[in-house]
């Protein structure tokens, strides 16, 4: 009897299956021009934090330093996120990758990451924009919107503009992708740095949102800020939002809630293709500005 009940409780256990948490792994390092630490840390609290993820941080060799002894593991994970300004991976690491993107696996590429490995066309197709280290019109278009459509723009010129620091109105341009659903389509985003005039293979993509920015020559446009690329079986989300400055207390970019939100909401489905999360109170509207100052989501609209 004892043995039958046994079995029995084994035969119940195996059939409830626990929620697992989408193992992540964090490429980061070497960028002069963030604190890729501290952004870091916060993109790894934000994603612990809503108990979907569990969060590993990877840190390149220091600039300068060789390239060779940094080995991910990418089989181990459902999620790769790059918060990374260095040199370009070594090509056993690439291929590990483009294998790991092509059979399903997801990415994120976070703000500065659209600048680094200019010259690993399987990551700038990944990508679908990307701005400086050299880009112009021999990687690939403009891309903005105008006129209530996409425009690309072959026209030659650089890539990459930004102006000082600015909170910004994020505009949805797909309300129906699992990302972006349900969410307020106007929104105000928090002091950041905002990119434009990105350019790059822009193949597969779905563009997601736009934010208003006027470059150098004076000429404004709405440039995209959240985008996906589908590659082989592979997903990828792509925000531009998020700056982290040199200074502990320079991640404020990353605290607003429009940006963790939709951080969340391209994770999940860059390494599932779907999105089960609620659309939470605290997302910014078009006239309230919305920070999660301890990158936590608010628990009950009460408690607040
Ligand atoms: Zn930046």
Redesign the pocket.
């Known amino acids: 009897m004892k043995k039958t009940l046994l079995i029995l409780f084994a035969l119940l256990c195996s059939l409830v299956t626990f929620p697992q948490k989408i193992k992540t792994m964090i490429i980061t390092g070497q960028d002069g021009?963030?604190w890729w630490k501290g952004g870091s840390e916060a993109i790894k609290m934000i994603l612990d934090n809503s108990n979907l993820f569990s969060v590993d941080i990877l840190t390149t060799p220091a600039r300068g330093e060789s390239m060779e002894s940094y080995r991910p593991d990418f089989r181990k994970y459902n999620l790769v996120v790059f918060n990374y300004g260095g040199e370009t991976l070594v090509e056993a690491v690439r291929k590990d990758f483009e294998q790991f993107v092509a059979n399903g696996g997801g990415v994120v590429i976070i703000?500065?990451s659209i600048i680094p490995m200019e010259n690993w066309p399987e990551y700038n197709m990944m990508a679908g924009l990307g701005a400086w280290n050299g880009r112009n019109e021999k990687d690939g278009p403009y891309v903005y919107w105008k006129n209530d459509r996409w425009v690309y723009d072959y026209s030659p010129g650089w890539a990459g503009y930004?102006g000082l620091q600015h909170p910004f109105t994020v505009v949805h341009r797909d309300t129906l992708h699992p990302i972006t659903r349900g969410l307020p389509p106007v929104w105000e985003h928090f002091k950041d740095?905002l990119?434009a005039r990105l350019r790059g293979p822009a193949m597969n993509m779905t563009m997601l949102a736009t934010a208003y920015e006027t470059a150098s020559d004076g000429v404004g446009r709405d440039e995209p800020v959240l985008w996906t690329v589908n590659y082989g079986k592979g997903r990828v989300f792509v925000s531009v939002l998020g700056?982290?400055?040199n200074d502990p207390e320079l991640r404020y970019s990353m605290e607003c809630a429009g940006f963790q939100v939709t951080l969340l909401r391209g994770s999940e489905w860059a390494a599932t293709g779907k999105v089960t999360q609620d659309v939470p109170y605290d997302f910014p509207s078009k006239d309230i500005i919305s920070l999660r100052r301890s990158f936590t989501p608010p628990k009950l609209r009460m408690e607040n």
Do not use: K
């Open positions: 021009s963030h703000h500065s930004h740095e990119y700056h982290a400055g």
